[in-house]
């Protein structure tokens, strides 16, 4: 391993992730000592729009893949209609690759349950609820013993600090399914229905949970609220670039010395997260990476430089997504990795839409039967093909996602899968995987 | 875009280079169905709220990074679409989409019921490719599984489009089909306990879990219809034809005053099936199951086709030529007039059918003795004198459409006493729901229970003991005040006669309340029958008998001399059954009634067997023509041609399915008369609209509406309760009888009681409960209802609860009240 340069490792910029290494700062007596419950009382004391326009001044964009800018989508709640409001926050988390909310929630809860009171004042919610993934038990476990801690003393519930302001916060657990964590489809798994993506319009600015206006917000765009209401809009600014403002939690995984989270400031590169990370594993070079989860496009080594911020990745032609970076090198398959994305996405599809349901089931079949041995260049065309027909024509965005890493990995490595055809590579998969259960 | 035309709301926008005009909020996929444009679709259905699943329809729009999915894509101002026809990326979307339907979808075509007529078929030619670049397995399901007795569901051909489950949810409130599992395992199916470990096979029929839940909704052969595939089949059109062989033939429902506008589909001769027909104006697209499935009667083993007369030497039953039966008949009624002929009809009988019994009773028989009420008229043990039901007929329904399905719909508020609209009018029901889902339409409903369907349409309700509804109508301040917003509608059903002052208390309602009344039957035939003058004391065009200028005008139009006409009401079903009973009439003319349908089912059956000459007109082997001294085959209503009128008063006119000789009850009535030289006109169903349409007009004013004092319920003692009954949609009803598969989707009989008297009795739900009177007994399992206190429902002509001809008694009468023994029937299922 070798160490990061000096001016690399200045690059961390340790804001969400400030208290992950203390000793017991999922504790409320060790949060508040830390900072902890801070930025409510400053909150609470401004109006709620002062707040809506701190967030649009902060910059702030979703954490949750798509980069919505914060402020802008709070300011779409309609105020003084009569109805409640709710906050949903979503820590479905279920991006392959991504690995920023769970911890955060694990080591330090609290950073949550503060963002989502300040968001709800903001918004003028008095309910809010978390969405956990199911599989996530360590982490709702300590989330529920934060919110216990946090009803306690006073931080929710009736008149949380003598302010007038109540506010109650549910934590649920979803099912283990990737699509609750699509907004609408969590809205409707939330409100006991089957998990899947609903019609917009209606965006759930206007009808959300039960029909009435809602912000869905993942987790590290709440979590960064209180920083920014203790810290104000400039400093958050000072990090990050112009458009792509504050820092940023790369979760890096795959070939690297150090696999973990980095927080810096939106815009760094991969090359510098890759020194971050203690470098490359040893006699592994770097083939090809996501920069932020599998449904984001394929970069390869030559995008090293790409800054990691929304413009930069997308320059790419790729998108910033979760800054899930997984790395992969030269001892890596594309064409496998590719098959075990689009198991991924054919178990998860949700089954709403002709082309994710039917595209991934064919597409799936087709990786099975080139891993095997048994592919030929027509197959090529065909995924190429069908990958087109899904992407873009698909109900909601999981579709999109499965096309991707077929899309890209046939546009960069090509070569990859004539070796498979060509009989060049062993085949990875044998002829009893075939007979696929379905 | 050049300027054209438009109001302020509607936008312009361009389709295919076409600038259009649409109304705001309309959809792209529907403004282009209208110019002309076919956007190939699954899940769209004008009816259903968007989907957006199957994204078959996608179209390109400019300024839109991807394809659009038409169907849910609302027009805008200046919007500039390009659909297949214009746009390669359209194009390409749709054939790709369709490549992905099929790869799934088993080669079944050549014999599956949907080929020929298959929205799948049809857009595979148009939109698909013809060779297939899908190599792999396909995915397989076990063949069709019953989700009902009657629904088969063969998931391997269903596209997941939804349809059905969305019509089942906002159309109908039948939440019994839903999605299940996901993925390319994503599957339609009802609740099945092994879905969720339970017991079961997996793959079997629905029914082999504890739990399972079939799909028992009454409206569930729409799914069949709407099905873009042939993923869901009907048990009795399953594998007996292909579409192309089918004669299909607008026709109209028989079966209840809904009013529902059909499509029969014939092949050599024989009705395969029936559809929903179109009709916005009264059932949109939608029907019944009873109406869908239930014409197997036309053709059951026990039709009458040969004329039959008893034999004086043996005293039985022997087919006889038409000439020799229609003499016994003529002579057999010549005989009896002077003693007094009774005339029932039933409620079954088209409009121009029943204007023959009401014309052949006045001009041949010399009566006003007609009927066509097959059911109680009045409380059990009220004086038969009481005409209140008969009176309120003349005053506030014959003659008068002034409540219209539309009206139903936009009305902001609708009171319903008397009526459970799920069971006893269907299509009124789905209207309701519709007014209530899409348009916040207030319902109360004074009824003894909320049921199922009364919750479905949102209904507050008002309790009601049997035989208080009357006193409700006339005290009760929040009925009224429902009543109180323009547009405002009290509808009323037939059941409403039992309850003494209650008809007088609706009409008086209304006219305080300025809300419009709508009476609601539950045959086919009743409305019309009204109109049409089977009535004591109404001629046709709902003039009064005692009318004398009414009476004259009419009697010129017949030809015959006045004086024929009497102008004293006649004797109503009741008091025809009693006279006939005690030895008064000296015969009876009966269409189509079975006696279990009366009031006291033992009374009329004694009075068919003391009259001394019974003459009846039927389809079918039943329990009057077991008696009759002359049987006249008459047509079934896919045999003749003719009309209904529904409970607006809406026409409902339909012409023959099927070429047949059977002959309408109008033109064997013309035969009949012309022997006893009246010349009755009523052959021809032409000739009879025709002569409807001349007669004179009523000069005189309405008649006054009743003004019967409001009964109270009655007050039970101890071990007994007041009864609540109405018919189930799917019950025993004589035309249904017989029919197994569709009987298998009916509500299971229960006896429902409150909590007091599961409590005083000891019961739990499920136990069973005895229901008596000095008649005789019902036992049935108990269901714990929200009732009030003392009363006990029973469905009125199912398996195992024939109230009528069981307890002898109808609603609002006291029962005594057991824990139940079981019979012999459910003692031996106990055991196994
Ligand atoms: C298939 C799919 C899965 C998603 N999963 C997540 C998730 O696990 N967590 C999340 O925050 N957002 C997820 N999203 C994005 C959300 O729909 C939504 O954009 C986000 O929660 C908004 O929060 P933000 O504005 O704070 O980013 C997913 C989107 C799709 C299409
Ligand atoms: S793309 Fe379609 S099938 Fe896939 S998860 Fe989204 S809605 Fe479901
Ligand atoms: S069964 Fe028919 S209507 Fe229902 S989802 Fe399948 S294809 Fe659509
Ligand atoms: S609702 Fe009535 S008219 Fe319509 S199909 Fe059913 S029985 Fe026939
Ligand atoms: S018809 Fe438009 S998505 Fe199905």
Redesign the pocket.
């Known amino acids: 391993m070798t160490q990061p340069r000096q001016e690399v490792l200045q690059k961390l910029t340790p804001v969400l992730t400030k208290r992950w290494l203390s000793p017991d700062a999922w504790q409320i007596g060790v949060y508040e000592q830390l900072d902890g419950y801070r930025a409510i009382r400053k909150a609470l004391d401004v109006h709620p729009d002062d707040l809506i326009q701190l967030i649009k001044d902060s910059g702030l964009r979703g954490r949750g893949g798509a980069g919505f800018p914060t402020g802008l989508k709070w300011g779409f709640i309609p105020q003084g209609d009569g109805k409640p409001h709710y906050l949903v926050i979503n820590a479905d988390e279920g991006e392959p690759g991504t690995c920023k909310d769970l911890p955060l929630m694990t080591y330090d809860p609290h950073s949550l349950v503060e963002g989502a009171i300040i968001a709800s004042y903001a918004i003028r919610a008095n309910r809010a609820f978390i969405y956990i993934r199911g599989e996530a038990v360590h982490a709702a476990r300590r989330l529920r013993n934060a919110v216990q801690e946090a009803y306690a003393k006073g931080y929710l519930g009736k008149n949380i600090l003598g302010s007038g302001f109540d506010l109650d916060l549910v934590v649920h657990s979803g099912a283990g399914a990737?699509?609750c964590g699509?907004e609408t489809?969590l809205l409707d798994s939330l409100e006991g229905f089957r998990g899947?993506?609903r019609l917009r319009p209606p965006f759930p600015a206007i009808a959300g949970l039960y029909a009435s206006p809602t912000v869905v917000n993942n987790v590290g765009t709440i979590a960064s609220v209180p920083y920014i209401v203790l810290g104000g809009a400039d400093w958050w600014k000072s990090m990050g670039t112009e458009k792509s403002s504050g820092p940023m939690i790369y979760s890096l995984s795959g070939r690297v010395v150090n696999p973990g989270q980095y927080e810096c400031g939106l815009g760094i590169t991969l090359r510098e997260l890759i020194e971050l990370a203690g470098g490359m594993q040893p006699g592994h070079n770097l083939k090809f990476w996501t920069p932020g989860g599998s449904s984001t496009p394929l970069l390869t080594a030559e995008h090293i430089d790409t800054p990691m911020d929304f413009e930069g990745v997308a320059a790419a032609g790729s998108i910033l997504g979760t800054t899930a970076m997984q790395i992969f090198s030269d001892q890596d398959c594309p064409v496998y990795n590719t098959w075990r994305w689009l198991e991924f996405?054919h178990h998860?599809?949700?089954?709403?839409?002709?082309?994710?349901?039917e595209g991934?089931y064919w597409m799936v079949r087709t990786y099975r039967r080139i891993l095997a041995g048994h592919g030929t260049v027509k197959d090529l065309d065909t995924l190429q093909d069908t990958a087109d027909n899904?992407f873009g024509r698909?109900?909601?965005?999981?579709?999109?996602g499965?096309a991707t890493p077929v899309v890209s990995t046939l546009k960069w490595f090509r070569d990859d899968y004539l070796g498979y055809i060509e009989g060049r590579t062993a085949p990875r998969l044998s002829e009893k995987s075939l007979v696929g259960a379905h | 875009m050049t300027d054209v035309q438009k109001r302020a709301d509607q936008v312009s926008l361009i389709i295919d280079g076409v600038e259009v005009v649409a109304e705001k909020g309309e959809l792209v996929i529907r403004v282009a169905e209208r110019m002309g444009i076919a956007i190939p679709r699954f899940c769209d259905h004008p009816l259903l709220a968007p989907a957006g699943?199957c994204?078959q329809c996608l179209v390109e729009v400019e300024g839109q990074r991807k394809p659009v999915a038409s169907c849910t894509q609302t027009v805008a101002e200046g919007m500039v679409v390009k659909t297949q026809l214009s746009s390669p990326v359209a194009a390409k979307a749709q054939a790709g989409v369709m490549e992905l339907l099929l790869i799934n979808h088993p080669l079944d075509c050549p014999t599956c019921d949907k080929g020929g007529e298959c929205p799948l078929q049809n857009q595979a030619m148009s939109t698909g490719r013809a060779d297939s670049r899908f190599k792999e397995e396909k995915r397989e399901y076990e063949k069709p599984i019953h989700i009902s007795s009657q629904v088969l569901l063969d998931r391997e051909r269903c596209v997941l489009c939804q349809r059905c489950t969305r019509f089942s949810e906002e159309i109908a409130g039948d939440k019994f089909i839903d999605l299940m599992d996901?993925?390319s395992g994503?599957q339609i199916n009802v609740y099945r306990d092994d879905f969720f470990g339970g017991a079961g096979t997996g793959d079997g029929q629905v029914g082999e879990g504890e739990g399972d839940v079939a799909f028992n909704s009454y409206f569930s052969g729409n799914t069949i219809q709407i099905c873009p595939v042939g993923a869901l089949t009907g048990e009795q059109y399953r594998f007996r034809a292909r579409p192309f062989d089918l004669v299909s033939t607008p026709s109209a429902c028989e079966h209840c005053a809904s009013g529902c506008s059909q499509r029969t589909d014939h092949r050599r001769g024989k009705v395969l099936r029936r559809l929903a027909g179109d009709d916005p104006a009264v059932n949109e697209e939608w029907n019944c199951d009873k109406g869908r499935w239930g014409f197997r009667y036309a053709t059951a083993t026990d039709r009458i086709l040969t004329p039959q007369i008893r034999d004086t030497k043996t005293g039985e039953l022997r087919e006889a030529s038409w000439s020799e039966a229609l003499l016994a008949a003529a002579e057999g009624l010549k005989a009896a007039k002077e003693r007094g002929v009774g005339v029932l009809t039933g409620g079954r009988l088209t409009v121009e059918d029943a204007y023959a019994y009401a014309k052949f009773a006045r001009t041949v028989l010399g009566t006003n003795d007609v009927d066509f009420r097959a059911r109680p008229l009045r409380a059990t043990g009220s004086p038969v004198t009481t005409t209140e039901e008969a009176d309120f007929l003349a005053a506030a329904v014959a003659g008068i459409t002034e409540v219209t399905y539309e009206q139903v719909e936009n009305a902001p508020s609708v009171v319903l006493a008397g009526l459970e609209p799920e069971e006893e009018s269907p299509i009124l029901f789905l209207r309701l729901r519709k007014g209530h889902i899409r348009r916040k339409l207030r319902v109360t409903a004074v009824s003894a229970y909320l049921s199922r369907g009364l919750e479905k349409i949102g209904a507050a309700l008002v309790a009601a003991v049997p035989g208080d509804e009357a006193h409700i109508l006339a005290s009760d301040a929040a009925v009224a005040e429902a009543l109180g917003a323009p547009g405002a509608l009290l509808i009323v059903g037939e059941r409403l006669a039992t309850v003494p002052g209650a008809l007088s208390a609706a009409a008086d309602l209304a006219a305080r309340t300025g809300a419009k009344l709508a009476w609601v039957p539950r045959r086919a035939g009743d409305r019309g029958a009204i109109d049409a003058g089977c009535l004591p004391n109404l001629l046709p065009g709902g003039r009064p008998v005692t009318d004398d200028a009414a009476r004259a005008a009419l009697s010129l139009a017949w030809k015959v001399d006045a004086g024929v006409v009497p102008g004293t009401p006649g004797r109503d079903t009741d008091r025809i059954i009693a006279a006939a009973a005690d030895g008064t009439l000296g015969a009876l003319l009966v269409g189509g009634v079975d006696p279990a349908d009366l009031a006291d089912p033992t009374l009329a059956e004694n009075a068919l067997d003391t009259v001394p000459f019974l003459v009846s007109l039927e389809m079918r082997q039943s329990a009057v023509t077991r008696r009759a001294d002359v049987v006249l085959p008459i047509a079934p209503a896919v045999e003749k041609a003719g009309t209904y009128m529904d409970w607006e008063g809406r026409l409902r006119s339909f012409g023959a399915v099927l070429k047949s000789t059977a002959m309408t009850d109008g033109r064997v009535l013309e035969a009949i008369a012309a022997l006893l030289d009246v010349s009755l006109n009523t052959g021809d169903v032409n000739a009879v609209r025709r002569e409807l349409g001349g007669l004179p007009g009523s000069t005189l004013p309405s008649p006054v509406r009743p003004s019967v004092a409001a009964a109270r319920a009655a007050q039970p003692a101890e071990n007994q309760a007041v009864l609540a009954t109405w018919h189930q949609l799917i019950d025993l009803g004589s035309l249904l009888d017989g029919d197994q598969v569709l009987a298998g989707t009916a509500r299971p009989p229960v006896a429902r009681i409150g909590k007091d008297l599961a409590e005083s009795l000891g019961l739990a739900d499920g136990d069973l409960v005895t229901v008596g009177t000095d008649r005789g007994s019902i036992t049935l399992p108990a269901a714990i209802t929200d009732l009030p206190p003392r009363v006990v429902w029973l469905p009125t002509n199912s398996p195992g609860s024939t109230v009528r001809r069981s307890l002898g008694v109808t609603a609002g009468a006291v029962v005594t009240l057991t824990a139940g023994v079981p019979g012999p029937i459910l003692a031996e299922e106990a055991a196994r």
């Open positions: 990737y699509i699509e489809a899947q993506p996405y998860e599809s949700c089954g709403k839409c002709t082309p994710c349901r991934n899904i698909s109900f909601c965005g999981l579709g999109d499965a | 699943a994204r996901r993925s994503e």
